[in-house]
T-cell receptor, first 112, second 117 residues
């Protein structure tokens, strides 16, 4: 059974800092991995999707990497801003039509 | 981009009543919709997968008679929590798969906060 872990559960950093959010998964046989952002009391916004054949994806100040063999992904946020404060969830999909398995998320607070 | 809406955004009800939550895909057709539940500080847990015109597929441990799902059209799925109890209080999020897009493309709704008193 696939398990997705995100540690730590919460992180607080000063504005401007570059930071890395970690995600690990137990079964390396995945189809893709996705990072989402969730604001308090809101739904999910997809940030980046990495296919199993890819090593990384970039969007603006965000960069996500994938190392399938070690079961790890990282989300790198450059020059963090208070508006980046949210919960970041990692999810893996075993196959094209398979369901997503989510981690519990990392709640990020960026202090002005 | 694709938009999924949910209604209501929050609901408070008395124990024993039934609550219906609607999930709509606004600018695309969704043959498959997913219903998730999220408790505070916890991950999203898939409750069921609904396919337009057929019965929903429930995850292990989810009572199908308590959480009724109807997916009558390509743009609407409803989740009815029957005889709600305080332990059903949670954040319910739906997600829709674009029929015309890649199979793994899912768009998420804004969620519905249910509080059962």
């Amino acid at each position: 059974k696939q398990e997705v872990t995100q540690i730590p559960a919460a992180l607080s950093v000063p504005e401007g800092e570059n930071l890395v959010l970690n995600c690990s998964f137990t079964d390396s046989a995945i189809y893709n991995l996705q990072w989402f952002r969730q604001d308090p009391g809101k739904g999910l916004t997809s940030l980046l999707l990495i296919q199993s054949s890819q090593r990384e994806q970039t969007s603006g100040r965000l960069n996500a990497s994938l190392d399938k063999s070690s079961g790890r992904s990282t989300l790198y946020i450059a020059a963090s801003q208070p508006g980046d404060s949210a919960t970041y969830l990692c999810a893996v999909r075993p196959g094209a039509n398979s369901k997503l398995t989510f981690g519990k998320g990392i709640t990020l607070s960026v202090r002005p | 981009g694709a938009v999924v809406s949910q209604h209501p955004s929050r609901v408070i009800c008395k124990s024993g009543t039934s609550v219906k939550i609607e999930c709509r895909s606004l600018d695309f057709q969704a043959t498959t919709m997913f219903w998730y539940r999220q408790f505070p500080k916890q991950s999203l847990m898939l409750m069921a997968t609904s396919n337009e015109g057929s019965k929903a597929t429930y995850e292990q441990g989810v009572e199908k008679d308590k959480f009724l799902i109807n997916h009558a059209s390509l743009t609407l799925s409803t989740l009815t929590v029957t005889s709600a109890h305080p332990e059903d209080s949670s954040f319910y999020i739906c997600s829709a798969r674009d029929q015309a897009g890649r199979a793994e493309t899912q768009y998420f709704g804004p969620g519905t906060r249910l509080l059962v008193l």
